[in-house]
Each structure stands twice: as C-alpha cells, then as structure tokens.
C-alpha cells in the first residue's frame, strides 16, 4: 500500500519555481532517503508531505487524504527536524508526557532509554539545550513516537560523529522491531546509505532518481582512460561526471553502458570500475558535470 502519493505536485514562493510536477509514491514500511543540495526542495517537499504547507498545485495524498489541516495524518505522522519550536516554558520531561498523549504508538519505556543513554536531564528546558542536544532530543521523540509515517528532515544537523552513528543504528534497529515508513533527508548519502531501502534524489524542482539502493548502487559505471576514446563509444548527455586527470586522461561516470558498449571499451583500454553510491549522488547533483573543476577552467 503506498503511504504517500505525489502527483504533478509543484511549490512555488513568489517566482522561485521549487518544485516542478513532482510524482513520487512512497510505500508502507520503508526507510527512503531524500537527497539533494542546498535549497534543491527537500523541506518543503517534506512539510508538504506533514501538511505544514500547501502545494501551488498538484495533488498530495497521504494514508490516501489530503494532509493540510488533517487530524488523521497528524496524529499518525511525526516531522522531526532540528529546528522544532516547543513552548520556552516547556521542560523535556513535559514534552515527553506531551508526545506521550499525543502519540497511539509512543513507547515511554523506549523514550526513557534513549533520554538515559544520551545523558538528558529531562529538569531542563528544550531552548536551553546545545544545537546537538536539542538535535538528538528531537531525534528520540521521532524514534520513540513509532508513527506510521515519521519524516526527518536533515535530523543530524550538530550531532557529533558517534551520536550520528547512534541515531542510525538506534533507527534502523527500531525499525526492523516495529516496520514503519520512514523517509530522512539529507544532504549526504554516505552516513544514511546503509540503512537505506530507497534513494529518492531531487534536483532542479524534480526527482531524477527513485529507486532501490540495491538498483542504485548499479545505476553508472565509471570510466577511466584516453577521453577521446571514451567520447567514441559515450556520447556527451549520457555523462554524468567528467574530470581530467591530464590533458587527455579522464575520469567519466556514465548512465547504464550496453553489452556491447563495455565490450568495446575494453578492447580501446578503457578501465571500468563501479562507482560508490555517495560519490555518484554527490555527482547526480551537481550543477555540471565538472563540479567545482568547472569554476577554473579557462574560458
Ligand atoms: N517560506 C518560504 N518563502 C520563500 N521561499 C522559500 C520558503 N521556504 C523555502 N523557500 C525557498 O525554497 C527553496 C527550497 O528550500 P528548501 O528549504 O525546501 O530546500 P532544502 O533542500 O531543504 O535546502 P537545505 O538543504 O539548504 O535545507 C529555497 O530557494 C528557499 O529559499
């Protein structure tokens, strides 16, 4: 069954065109990763999503209703991000006993591990926390909510390293006990690509890749040698990346290469390699194919 439903959905603010006929399906039970650049739609793709905005137009459907002032969707969705506004009077174990009415599926038991493990005391108030605190405190009231849809929306920002590294395993190991459909954006693949079960990539208003990352992980192949004998067997729109490592040896990542394409790069001593799912998402969305190389070319 599909938990959320996106079609030709577009966001606009004022002449800023943010998303452009956007159709996505998510399904139940599943751990989706939304990946793009700075300003690429992420957040309000996910407060469209948690009906906190309206779409300009398009239809959004999510547990098969409009989201936008929808009991049924609030009380079965937690958006997480690191920037929710609690009441300045609110003292954490206040908001746990808040999350605690609020949510069918809250696990107190749960909750208290993590406020434990993380070294909280919940005597204190949520706006005095540190940017990393109030990260990791927000990111337990996701994980301990268990709501049917839980959308975090760049949840690590401040985190240290180890706390990171105990979110996602806390979150994928919740997840396996109690499946639900959970979508993470971030602006980096590499941390979250193990936990992924799909990749949903935007770029320029629109998705570019949806798919498995077991499907991702084979989406380009990486081609290194003589570029003139590349640009023979390649032609230019199916490249994704391109750096040269002299004036003539390149390094290229292309989309899918045919049977008889990779035969014949073989034979032109062309080196075929495969290409990690976080180089290739960083190269997806780039604005050219150069990257920042592009900045110090000669015109
Ligand atoms: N309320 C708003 N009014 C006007 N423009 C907005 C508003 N919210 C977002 N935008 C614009 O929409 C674009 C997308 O912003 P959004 O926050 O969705 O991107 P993002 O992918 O989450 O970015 P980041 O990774 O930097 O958080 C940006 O150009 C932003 O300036």
């Given at each position: 069954?599909?938990?959320?439903?996106?079609?030709?959905?577009?966001?606009?603010?004022?002449?800023?065109?943010?998303?452009?006929?956007?159709?996505?399906?998510?399904?139940?039970?599943?751990?989706?990763?939304?990946?793009?650049?700075?300003?690429?739609?992420?957040?309000?793709?996910?407060?469209?999503l948690?009906?906190?905005?309206?779409?300009?137009?398009?239809?959004?459907?999510?547990?098969?209703?409009?989201?936008i002032?929808?009991?049924?969707?609030?009380?079965?969705?937690?958006?997480?991000?690191?920037?929710l506004?609690?009441?300045?009077?609110?003292?954490?174990?206040?908001?746990?006993?808040?999350?605690?009415?609020?949510?069918?599926?809250?696990?107190?038991?749960f909750?208290?591990?993590?406020?434990?493990?993380?070294?909280?005391?919940?005597?204190?108030?949520?706006?005095?926390?540190?940017?990393?605190?109030?990260?990791?405190?927000?990111?337990?009231?996701?994980?301990?909510?268990?709501?049917?849809?839980?959308?975090?929306?760049?949840?690590?920002?401040?985190?240290?390293?180890?706390?990171?590294?105990?979110f996602?395993?806390?979150?994928?190991?919740?997840?396996?006990?109690?499946?639900?459909?959970?979508?993470?954006?971030?602006?980096?693949?590499?941390?979250?690509?193990?936990?992924?079960?799909?990749i949903?990539?935007?770029?320029?208003?629109?998705?570019?890749?949806?798919?498995?990352?077991?499907?991702?992980?084979?989406?380009?192949?990486?081609?290194?040698?003589?570029?003139?004998?590349?640009?023979?067997?390649?032609?230019?729109?199916?490249?994704?990346?391109?750096?040269?490592?002299?004036?003539?040896?390149?390094?290229?990542?292309?989309?899918?290469?045919?049977?008889?394409?990779?035969?014949?790069?073989?034979?032109l001593?062309?080196?075929?390699?495969?290409?990690?799912?976080?180089?290739?998402?960083?190269?997806?969305?780039?604005?050219?194919?150069?990257?920042?190389?592009?900045?110090?070319?000669q015109?």
């Amino acid at each position: 069954m599909s938990v959320v439903t996106c079609q030709n959905v577009s966001k606009q603010f004022g002449s800023n065109s943010v998303l452009k006929d956007l159709n996505v399906t998510i399904q139940e039970n599943s751990i989706t990763g939304l990946i793009g650049r700075n300003g690429a739609g992420k957040t309000t793709l996910l407060q469209m999503l948690a009906g906190m905005l309206a779409p300009t137009s398009g239809n959004i459907r999510v547990f098969e209703e409009n989201p936008i002032d929808n009991l049924k969707v609030s009380a079965n969705t937690i958006f997480v991000d690191d920037d929710l506004v609690f009441s300045p009077e609110m003292k954490l174990y206040e908001i746990l006993s808040s999350a605690e009415m609020f949510y069918d599926n809250w696990d107190s038991e749960f909750a208290n591990r993590l406020i434990r493990y993380f070294g909280f005391q919940t005597g204190v108030f949520h706006d005095n926390l540190s940017k990393g605190k109030a990260s990791t405190f927000n990111a337990i009231l996701g994980l301990a909510a268990r709501t049917p849809l839980t959308i975090f929306d760049e949840p690590t920002t401040g985190m240290d390293y180890s706390v990171r590294q105990d979110f996602y395993r806390a979150l994928l190991k919740d997840y396996m006990n109690h499946p639900r459909t959970i979508i993470i954006s971030s602006h980096l693949l590499n941390e979250l690509e193990s936990i992924l079960e799909d990749i949903m990539i935007i770029k320029d208003g629109t998705c570019i890749v949806h798919e498995p990352m077991e499907d991702f992980k084979t989406y380009a192949i990486a081609l290194s040698g003589d570029y003139e004998k590349i640009e023979k067997v390649v032609n230019e729109s199916r490249i994704i990346h391109r750096r040269f490592i002299s004036s003539n040896h390149a390094y290229v990542v292309v989309k899918e290469l045919s049977g008889s394409e990779q035969d014949c790069l073989k034979q032109l001593g062309v080196t075929q390699t495969s290409v990690e799912p976080a180089e290739l998402s960083m190269y997806l969305t780039n604005e050219t194919k150069g990257g920042i190389d592009d900045v110090f070319k000669q015109s």
